[in-house]
């Protein structure tokens, strides 16, 4: 029962932070459910259920879905350091920060595998790329949420995730340079090889932020 109180109050509290960002919510939005499928759509009229869309598949979703999926916790972010308060400060407190800005992950995760479902039906071989971008979204909100309360500036935690991003998209395709993630045709090996490691070592971020927020005043 009282965990069953918590989950609602969770969850009540995630909606006042979806609510709170205002025009922000929508950005995701936009990026994931309109540009996203117009650009495959595009694509798949264009090359077919072949090895060109894939590549596009990739691409694209690399493009857009590790940063969409972690906007609505970033931007969440901004209530816990920025100059101007929220309501939401005083019904929550450091311990539940992060339960709080996982629901948001998971939301977005969700919108994610609805997009996931419906193109592994066009194209099975494309799973792997979204279980790699999963994967992805899981090291980028780990990085977040560590550097939000060593840093305690949300500019400094969205440069990084744009850097990282960009770095990404233009030295993926030339090099192996890890943490970076590459556009190269992803397998399960390399899934296992380095996009798992990459996962875990979000996790472990979530754990050094976790224990830094117990001695955060913010």
Same mark, same amino acid.
């Given at each position: 029962?009282?965990?069953?109180?918590? %989950?609602?109050?969770?969850?009540?509290?995630?909606?006042?932070?979806?609510?709170?960002?205002?025009? %922000?919510?929508?950005?995701?939005?936009?990026?994931?459910?309109?540009?996203?499928?117009?650009?495959?759509?595009?694509?798949?009229?264009?090359?077919?259920?072949?090895?060109?869309? $894939?590549?596009?598949?990739?691409?694209?979703?690399?493009?857009? %879905?590790?940063?969409?999926?972690?906007?609505?916790?970033?931007?969440?972010?901004?209530?816990?350091?920025?100059?101007?308060?929220?309501?939401?400060?005083? /019904?929550?407190?450091?311990? =539940?920060?992060?339960?709080?800005?996982?629901?948001?992950?998971?939301?977005?995760?969700?919108?994610?595998?609805? /997009?996931?479902?419906?193109?592994?039906?066009?194209?099975?071989?494309?799973?792997? /790329?979204?279980?790699?971008?999963?994967?992805?979204?899981?090291?980028?909100?780990?990085?977040?949420?560590?550097?939000?309360?060593?840093?305690?500036?949300?500019?400094?935690?969205?440069?990084?995730?744009?850097?990282?991003?960009?770095?990404?998209? =233009?030295?993926?395709?030339?090099?192996?340079?890890?943490?970076?993630?590459?556009?190269?045709?992803?397998?399960?090996?390399?899934?296992?090889?380095?996009?798992?490691?990459?996962?875990?070592?979000?996790?472990? $971020?979530?754990? %050094?932020? =976790?224990?830094?927020?117990?001695?955060?005043?913010?």
């Amino acid at each position: 029962m009282c965990n069953k109180k918590h %989950l609602i109050l969770s969850i009540q509290r995630s909606i006042l932070n979806l609510k709170n960002l205002r025009f %922000l919510f929508f950005i995701p939005i936009l990026l994931m459910d309109v540009i996203l499928p117009i650009l495959l759509i595009n694509s798949y009229k264009t090359n077919g259920v072949s090895e060109e869309f $894939l590549v596009d598949i990739q691409q694209y979703c690399f493009m857009i %879905l590790p940063i969409s999926s972690i906007c609505w916790s970033i931007f969440s972010m901004k209530d816990y350091v920025g100059e101007i308060g929220s309501e939401i400060l005083y /019904i929550s407190y450091n311990k =539940i920060k992060i339960n709080d800005f996982l629901l948001l992950l998971i939301y977005a995760f969700f919108n994610m595998s609805i /997009i996931a479902v419906i193109t592994c039906c066009v194209i099975n071989t494309a799973l792997p /790329i979204f279980i790699s971008i999963f994967l992805i979204s899981i090291f980028l909100f780990g990085l977040s949420y560590f550097l939000l309360f060593y840093t305690k500036s949300l500019t400094i935690v969205i440069m990084i995730d744009l850097l990282y991003i960009i770095s990404s998209l =233009i030295l993926g395709g030339r090099y192996t340079i890890f943490p970076l993630y590459v556009i190269n045709q992803v397998t399960y090996t390399n899934l296992c090889c380095f996009y798992l490691p990459l996962g875990i070592i979000g996790v472990f $971020l979530c754990i %050094l932020g =976790i224990k830094k927020n117990k001695h955060s005043c913010i």
